[in-house]
T-cell receptor
Framework: EAGVVQSPRYKIIEKKQPVAFWCNPI?????LYWYRQNLGQGPELLIR????????DSQLPKDRFSAERLKGVDSTLKIQPAELGDSAVYLC??????????????FGPGTRLTVL | QKEVEQDPGPLSVPEGAIVSLNCTYS??????FMWYRQYSRKGPELLMY????GNKEDGRFTAQVDKSSKYISLFIRDSQPSDSATYLC??????????FGTGTSLTVIP
C-alpha cells in the first residue's frame, strides 16, 4: 500500500513569491492534517480536514496561508506571499477517522521550503 | 511555558545500551500519549501509543506514563545503530489535536 505522497520534496523561492504544496493521503483515509516543522522543533498543526471540511484551522495564518481539499481526497496548501520565516518542512499526514487517540496518523516525507 | 517539554539532546550511546527518553507536560487533561521516530529527511512514524497512565511494552521499546507527575518516558533496550533518529513525544486531550515535543536526537554508536 502506498503511503502519504507529497510533492515537491524541496522548494526554494524568493520572499514574496507564492508557493503551493500537494498531498495525496493514504487511500480510504478520511482525515488529513497539514503540519509545519521548524528546524529542531516538533510538528505544529496548521489545519485538519475531515473529508472535505476543515474542522480545525485555528493555527493557520489565514492572512497568507490557504488550504483546500476538494472531493475529500488530495489537498493543497498555499502560501502567498511567502516570508523568510516560512522556511520549514511542511508535513502532511492522514488517518482513517481522526476522532480518536487510537487512530494512527501516517506522515508523508514532507516538503522542505527555503525562502530566500 | 510550552505544553510539552522535551530535552533536545543530542544523546549518544554505545550499541546495546539502554536508552531513556523523557517528556514533561503541563496540561493535566492530556490522556493520549505517543512516541514517534523520525529519521533524517523523513516524516515521523508512530512507535508507541498509550492511553492514560501505565506501561506498554513492544519488543525492545517500553513506554511509561505517570500522569501524577505529568511525565512520560520511552525506554529502548539493546539499542541498535538503526535506532539512531530523532524521537518525538506527542500528546492529546481528545485524540484530535496533538502537541509535539521538540524531539530528542539519538545516535547509537556501533
Amino acid at each position: 500500500e502506498a503511503g502519504v505522497v507529497q510533492s515537491p520534496r524541496y522548494k526554494i523561492i524568493e520572499k514574496k513569491q507564492p508557493v503551493a504544496f500537494w498531498c495525496n493521503p493514504i487511500s480510504g483515509h478520511n482525515t488529513l492534517y497539514w503540519y509545519r516543522q521548524n528546524l529542531g522543533q516538533g510538528p505544529e498543526l496548521l489545519i485538519r480536514y475531515e473529508n472535505e471540511e476543515a474542522v480545525d484551522d485555528s493555527q493557520l495564518p489565514k492572512d497568507r496561508f490557504s488550504a483546500e481539499r476538494l472531493k475529500g481526497v488530495d489537498s493543497t496548501l498555499k502560501i502567498q506571499p511567502a516570508e523568510l520565516g516560512d522556511s520549514a518542512v511542511y508535513l502532511c499526514a492522514s488517518s482513517l477517522y481522526g476522532g480518536s487517540g487510537t487512530d494512527t496518523q501516517y506522515f508523508g516525507p514532507g516538503t522542505r521550503l527555503t525562502v530566500l | 511555558q510550552k505544553e510539552v517539554e522535551q530535552d533536545p539532546g543530542p544523546l549518544s550511546v554505545p550499541e546495546g545500551a539502554i536508552v531513556s527518553l523523557n517528556c514533561t507536560y503541563s496540561n493535566s487533561a492530556f490522556q493520549y500519549f505517543m512516541w514517534y521516530r523520525q529519521y533524517s529527511r523523513k516524516g515521523p512514524e508512530l512507535l508507541m501509543y498509550t492511553y492514560s497512565s501505565g506501561n506498554k511494552e513492544d519488543g525492545r521499546f517500553t513506554a511509561q506514563v505517570d500522569k501524577s507527575s505529568k511525565y512520560i518516558s520511552l525506554f529502548i533496550r539493546d539499542s541498535q545503530p538503526s535506532d539512531s533518529a530523532t524521537y518525538l513525544c506527542a500528546m492529546s486531550v481528545s485524540g484530535n489535536q496533538f502537541y509535539f515535543g521538540t524531539g530528542t536526537s539519538l545516535t547509537v554508536i556501533p
